[in-house]
């Protein structure tokens, strides 16, 4: 089994809607970005104004990758 870490932002789900706005961009752009997910111009702004402005916190996530695919299901 391995692992992966990922950088993500977390910010009060409140400011969710006023960086969409003040980007003018939807919620998913939002929070694609702060996921990392993608990464232009606008979302590193987005990331930048989520830090310094609205209580964001840069984290790292953990997830563990199983190296052997799973069985298939027993048929019965």
């Known amino acids: 089994m391995g692992t992966l870490r990922k950088k993500i932002i977390k910010v ?3 400011y969710i809607d006023v960086l969409a706005a003040s980007f003018q961009v939807s ?3 939002v929070y694609n970005a702060l ?3 993608t990464n232009n111009s ?3 702004q987005i ?3 989520a830090l ?3 209580e964001g916190v840069q984290e790292t996530k953990t997830i563990f990758v199983c190296d052997e695919p799973a069985a298939p299901p027993a048929m019965q």
Do not use: L, M
């Open 47 to 49: 990331r930048t104004e």
């Open 35 to 37: 996921a990392y997910k």
């Open 12 to 14: 009060p789900p409140r």
């Open 42 to 44: 606008k979302s590193q």
């Open 27 to 29: 919620q998913a752009s």
């Open 52 to 54: 310094s402005r609205y």
